[in-house]
């Protein structure tokens, strides 16, 4: 007797029916990373905007080794390379309008720059200066966020409040693959896909979250996969494609400035540096692994590409080493003048009222400083606060 047969049960109502409400299908990415350079795609690019991109990456090559040069010299306490990532970095400064945002998180002062930040300003936090350096309202930065995902939640908030205010406003959060297994993150892509709120999410995957690789960090097909589950299409690229990532991220921004809603798009590349000044990576990853992907280099794809099609010859390439030194120049001497620093305001940007905790610190600051300067008391009362 089969269990429908049994006659002390009610009789049998059908099933409800809870099917997908939407076909998980057209969400899923590609199996393989998407790419332009090297292919018969490249042929259409426009080659003003790549002539126009390869001055950015070689300008960010040299921005990298500059600042981690500054280390070295003690003038910036941390550095967190995005040497073999610039692709990613300058494409997702360059897909942005002037009105749309970033949300970089510490690893990206490169795409700050790109969108036209100052060096410097860009450098603050990292140098231990000042808190953010520059104020994201004047340049549609956000700060640099240091704990991991957070700025995600950030940016779905921005982008669906300028959605209901009918602003026409885009925002494009950087993350790294570490980076997704962090709450924030579930919370930021379920948000923003049920408010279909305009905004990109673009993982650098570069294999590593400081000493752990991405196989211990995921059980997960691809990180481009994850969007699925949240209703969010997922979109594989190679990032060191610098052409196929500002694809890539055009079309993603374009669709949720039109009321698409978000996308995930995971960006395949590596960090050939260490984590940062402060990591030794031998200790983790092999020489091997770095040179296999020093062969893949951003910069050295799309030299190749252009000059192979005639569109860069020797002079353009000189003229963007030339520019790259330039600013490198720049950026030395601005960064061995010593910054004129108030220590107060540690404590003055905190809270709008100062909690008794922080008075206690700052109290406790100021006798030290007092201690060690032979003049007496180095600094006088802190604006705005009530002694
Ligand atoms: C919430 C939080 N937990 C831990 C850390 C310490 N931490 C700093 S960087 C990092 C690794 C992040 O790796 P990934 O997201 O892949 O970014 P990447 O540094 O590779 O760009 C960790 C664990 C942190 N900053 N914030
Ligand atoms: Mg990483």
Request: charged residues 25%.
């Amino acid at each position: 007797m089969t269990v429908t047969e049994q006659p002390s049960r009610p009789a049998q109502t059908a099933a409800p029916r809870w099917q997908p409400a939407r076909d998980p299908a057209p969400l899923l990415p590609d199996a393989e990373p998407y790419r332009v350079l090297g292919t018969p795609a490249a042929a259409r690019l426009d080659a003003e905007l790549m002539r126009g991109l390869y001055g950015e990456l070689v300008r960010g090559r040299r921005y990298n080794q500059q600042a981690t040069a500054l280390t070295k010299q003690g003038r910036l306490a941390v550095y967190p390379s995005t040497t073999g990532q610039e692709a990613c970095e300058i494409a997702a400064a360059r897909v942005l309008r002037e009105q749309d945002w970033l949300f970089p998180s510490y690893r990206d002062t490169l795409a700050a720059v790109a969108r036209g930040l100052d060096p410097v300003q860009a450098l603050t936090l990292l140098r231990g200066d000042w808190h953010t350096g520059y104020d994201p309202r004047e340049h549609r930065i956000a700060p640099l966020c240091t704990p991991l995902a957070t700025q995600l939640p950030h940016a779905v908030g921005l982008a669906h409040a300028a959605r209901l205010k009918g602003d026409d406003v885009v925002a494009l959060a950087l993350v790294g693959d570490g980076g997704t297994s962090e709450g924030d993150f579930h919370e930021a892509l379920n948000f923003a896909a049920v408010w279909q709120a305009p905004v990109v999410f673009l993982v650098q995957n570069n294999g590593f979250a400081i000493s752990v690789p991405l196989a211990k960090q995921t059980a997960a097909p691809s990180l481009a996969h994850k969007g699925v589950g949240y209703g969010i299409p997922g979109s594989l690229v190679d990032g060191n494609d610098v052409a196929a990532v500002y694809e890539v991220l055009t079309e993603a921004v374009e669709r949720a400035r039109s009321g698409g809603g978000p996308t995930l798009v995971e960006a395949l590349t590596y960090r050939i540096d260490a984590h940062t000044n402060a990591d030794d990576a031998t200790r983790y990853r092999s020489a091997e692994e770095v040179e296999a992907w020093r062969a893949h280099d951003p910069v050295a794809l799309l030299e190749r590409e252009l000059t192979g099609r005639g569109w860069l010859d020797e002079a353009g390439i000189e003229a963007a080493r030339e520019a790259a030194e330039e600013m490198a120049a720049e950026l030395r001497a601005a960064m061995n003048a010593d910054a004129e620093l108030d220590p107060a305001d540690l404590f003055a940007h905190v809270f709008a009222e100062r909690t008794s905790q922080l008075r206690e610190q700052e109290a406790m600051v100021r006798a030290e400083l007092a201690a060690e300067s032979a003049d007496g008391p180095a600094a006088g009362p802190v604006a705005g606060e009530e002694h």
